[in-house]
């Protein structure tokens, strides 16, 4: 069974930064495609951040580019999402999500949120203003 485990979410002021990490266990890792998802208070969840199976590949959405930078470490089996030049805006739960496929294009992926089939709890964050 996959279980995907988030941390480093909490309260932050405008222009702080946080680092996010996703730990994974019950799948081949290094094979899957991992993604950042967020979802604000009464929106839709939305596409964050993507990185293909071996870390070479990563793609963003537009609101982030620039600011936040997704990383994995295969040997730990972890996935990080480091967050900088935060916004009031980026508040929301934030979920890790594992691809159903391995070895697949995280850009074409991406695009839909069926195409990851296990997800984290989620982990909190709040940037206040």
């Known amino acids: 069974q996959v279980q995907l485990a988030e941390s480093g979410g909490g309260l932050v002021q405008a222009g702080g930064s946080l680092r996010l990490s996703c730990a994974a266990s019950g799948l081949s890792f290094s094979r899957y495609g991992m993604a950042w998802f967020r979802q604000a208070l009464g929106k839709e969840r939305e596409f964050v951040a993507a990185i293909n199976w071996n870390g070479g590949t990563t793609y963003y959405a537009d609101s982030v580019k620039g600011r936040f930078t997704i990383s994995r470490d295969n040997a730990k089996i972890t996935v990080y999402l480091q967050m900088n030049s935060l916004k009031p805006e980026d508040t929301g739960v934030y979920y890790c999500?594992?691809?159903?496929?391995?070895?697949?294009?995280?850009?074409?992926?991406?695009?839909?949120?069926?195409?990851?089939?296990?997800w984290g709890q989620g982990t909190q964050v709040t940037v206040s203003s």
């Open positions: 999500a594992a691809d159903r496929l391995p070895y697949e294009m995280v850009y074409v992926r991406s695009k839909s949120l069926g195409n990851f089939g296990s």
